[in-house]
């Protein structure tokens, strides 16, 4: 696949606006605290949750937001470097698809764990 950012070893398009290079910089590692969080509190749901009467329920969260999490980091750098072709070629910025997905997936799991922690708890 060919690198949206580089032309026979040199950056393609002009040099950006320092300050949106920056900008574009700190997004991408928010997107990587933004996974780390995820897998983060899809390890804590998974270990820390009380039993539930539904088996399977702790891991099936877990894993959704590991998963997502993944997911985030792994099309970060690939996010970020399509907006600095964008910002070096005075293009459009390519719209954030990933972060539906995590606004869906977190909406989801974050919802499905109150019910089970108000009616899935074990007796």
């Known amino acids: 696949m060919e690198d949206p950012l580089i032309d026979d070893g040199k950056p393609k398009g002009t040099e950006p606006d320092p300050?949106?290079?920056?900008?574009?910089?700190?997004?991408?590692?928010?997107w990587l605290r933004t996974s780390l969080g995820l897998v983060a509190s899809g390890v804590a749901v998974e270990r820390l949750l009380p039993e539930l009467r539904f088996p399977g329920a702790r891991q099936a969260i877990g894993i959704a937001l590991v998963t997502v999490g993944a997911l985030a980091a792994a099309t970060a750098n690939r996010r970020w470097r399509k907006v600095d072709a964008a910002l070096r070629?005075?293009?459009?910025?390519?719209?954030?698809?990933?972060?539906?997905?995590?606004?869906?997936t977190i909406a989801i799991a974050g919802v499905a764990t109150i019910l089970l922690l108000v009616w899935g708890q074990a007796k």
């Open 19 to 30: 300050r949106f290079s920056l900008a574009n910089e700190r997004t991408y590692l928010a």
């Open 89 to 104: 070629s005075g293009e459009p910025l390519p719209p954030p698809k990933v972060a539906q997905v995590l606004s869906v």
